[in-house]
């Protein structure tokens, strides 16, 4: 069964850049859609980008021209390169695939 562990959270500064990874103990070449998800305290957890097998993507609203999806089927990565950081992006970030969480990332946006 597939693991999912992210890393790269952390505390920026508005206007910063953080890159979240997203480590899966097996193969994710097989896995046809990884999405990244986040989670602010008292809010729902909400989508924030998909990144298909052949390499298409979608992003939520929020954070298009800012965020930035990818993978690396060889090193069974998914990234997400966040810039332009702003305060309300400040949540907890999960990886998605096959049905399976990680365990989550803190990013805090905040001077």
């Known amino acids: 069964q597939v693991q999912l562990v992210e890393s790269g959270g952390g505390l920026v500064q508005p206007g910063g850049s953080l890159r979240l990874s997203c480590a899966a103990s097996?193969?994710?070449?097989?896995?046809?859609?990884m999405g990244w998800y986040r989670q602010a305290p008292g809010k729902q957890r909400e989508f924030v980008a998909h990144?298909?097998?052949?390499?298409?993507?979608n992003y939520a609203d929020s954070v298009k021209g800012r965020f930035t999806i990818s993978r690396d089927n060889a090193k069974n990565t998914v990234y997400l390169q966040m810039n332009s950081l702003k305060p309300e992006d400040t949540a907890v970030y999960y990886c998605?695939?096959?049905?399976?969480w990680g365990q989550g990332t803190q990013v805090t946006v905040s001077s």
């Open positions: 998605l695939g096959l049905g399976i």
């Open positions: 097996g193969t994710i070449f097989s896995i046809n859609v």
């Open positions: 990144i298909f097998s052949g390499g298409s993507t």
